[in-house]
């Protein structure tokens, strides 16, 4: 069933509620999640009813060339009021987004440690179940093989189970292979 206008209202809600704990989205995801198969201005008037509403900010993030996209590309991101980021923290929350609702976690069991994604060998995230506390990593594609055998290591010492998204196929398997014990999920986000 497709979204409406005078839905707007509440599917604004959800995505506000959804930024309370996973800090971003894109654009897609919000297509993806809140509008499917809706038109364009819809998505549009559905992100300018949240950035007037002051409960989130939009704003475009150009995502650059890598081994996969050959050329650059801009996606808009809506972002939790208040919240300071690079362009890199941005596309790094919304892989953790994008891996949570894939695994379907609730936000109770979701907590956001570093939302710029960078630097150290602590998680982005934590995630409780069962009680157990897990370490999350988003490796948007990008991390050396050293640094996610170090993250995997301070991991394996710290926490009682680690889990890992990636955007794509080829880069679970390469994350797999150095950190054996991890869960990974392939979470594409744009």
């Avoid at 209202?9 to 993806?32: H, K, N, Y």
């Avoid at 602590?122 to 009680?131: K, M, Q, S, T, W």
Wanted: hydrophobic fraction near 40%; proline fraction near 9%.
């Amino acid at each position: 069933m497709q979204a409406t206008i005078s839905q707007l209202p509440e599917i604004a809600r959800r995505v506000v509620s959804d930024l309370r704990t996973d800090l971003a989205l894109s654009e897609g995801q919000i297509r993806r999640w809140y509008l499917p198969c809706a038109p364009s201005d819809l998505v549009t008037e559905l992100l300018t009813l949240i950035h007037r509403s002051g409960e989130g900010a939009v704003e475009p993030v150009w995502i650059p060339a890598t081994a996969r996209a050959f050329t650059p590309s801009r996606v808009i991101i809506v972002r939790a009021p208040g919240l300071r980021t690079t362009p890199e923290g941005l596309r790094h929350l919304c892989g953790l987004a994008e891996l949570r609702r894939l695994l379907n976690v609730p936000p109770p069991n979701w907590r956001i440690i570093r939302p710029s994604g960078a630097g150290g060998n602590e998680p982005d995230a934590v995630l409780a179940e069962r009680g157990r506390r897990i370490a999350v990593e988003y490796d948007p594609g990008n991390y050396s093989r050293r640094k996610i055998a170090e993250k995997s290591r301070a991991f394996s010492e710290l926490f009682e189970g680690q889990l890992w998204g990636v955007p794509y196929p080829a880069r679970a398997s390469l994350v797999k292979s150095i950190a054996p014990d991890a869960q990974v999920a392939v979470a594409p986000w744009t």
